[in-house]
């Protein structure tokens, strides 16, 4: 059983259309990051969130972290084709030392 | 900025071969990683360390080893090879052990064949 479980794990939608991705445990995160990976590159960091509750936005991208922080969804409004790739959640364990990934949800925007 | 940078990008090997891969990174970061990522999923930690000298076993050690003799250099062995072990491969860094940023290599891709 994954940590953290991810859903979908694949959407293809239309440029113009939004789109939500989730990411969920029954355990409690002390803090909980989203990356983004694009094809042959390594994932890179959108943002970190720690506060149960908590809404970040990064231009048409929002991050929500549940109250209870065990679960967070990321938000992309008027989606483009530039935001295809794959989406991460990642979490700290306890030990604070190793990240966690979820299996990731992999969105296609078609133009 | 030369970052997280990973040799070689691609390799081939047979069933039962060794090899190093081969990871640098030039932020004077403390804390570095491998991970493994196969087609379609999410990343699996292999080894991490916390500072030179020191390193410890993530989810999926078993057929690799590592070596921290410097802050820069982290290198993994793959001793045996087996088709279980084709992946690819990314090394990161981070200055803190968490919930700080972690900074990826491109990768390599390693096929055993």
């Known amino acids: 059983t994954q940590l953290l479980e991810q859903s979908p794990q694949f959407l293809s939608i239309q440029e113009g259309e939004n789109l939500t991705v989730y990411c969920n445990s029954s355990s409690v995160f002390s803090s909980l990051q989203w990356y983004r990976q694009e094809p042959g590159e390594g994932p890179v960091l959108l943002v970190t969130?720690?506060?149960?509750?908590e809404v970040k936005k990064l231009k048409r991208l929002t991050f929500q972290f549940g109250d209870a922080r065990k679960d967070s969804s990321l938000h992309i409004t008027a989606a483009q084709p530039g935001d295809t790739g794959l989406y991460l959640c990642?979490?700290?364990?306890?030990?604070?030392?190793?990240?966690?990934f979820g299996g990731g949800t992999r969105v296609l925007v078609k133009p | 900025n030369a970052g997280v940078t990973q040799t070689p990008k691609f390799r081939i090997l047979k069933i039962g071969q060794s090899m190093t891969l081969q990871c640098a990174q030039d932020m004077n970061h403390n804390y570095m990683y491998w991970y493994r990522q196969d087609p379609g999923m999410g990343l699996k930690l292999i080894y991490y360390s916390v500072g030179a000298g020191i390193t410890d076993k993530g989810e999926v050690p078993n057929g690799y080893n590592v070596s921290r003799s410097t802050t820069e250099d982290f290198p993994l062995r793959l001793e045996l090879a087996a088709p279980s072990q084709t992946s690819v491969y990314f090394c990161a860094s981070s200055t803190t052990g968490g919930p700080g940023e972690l900074f990826f290599g491109e990768g390599s891709r390693l096929t055993v064949l």
């Open positions: 990642a979490t700290h364990k306890a030990a604070g030392n190793k990240l966690t």
């Open positions: 969130v720690v506060t149960g509750g």
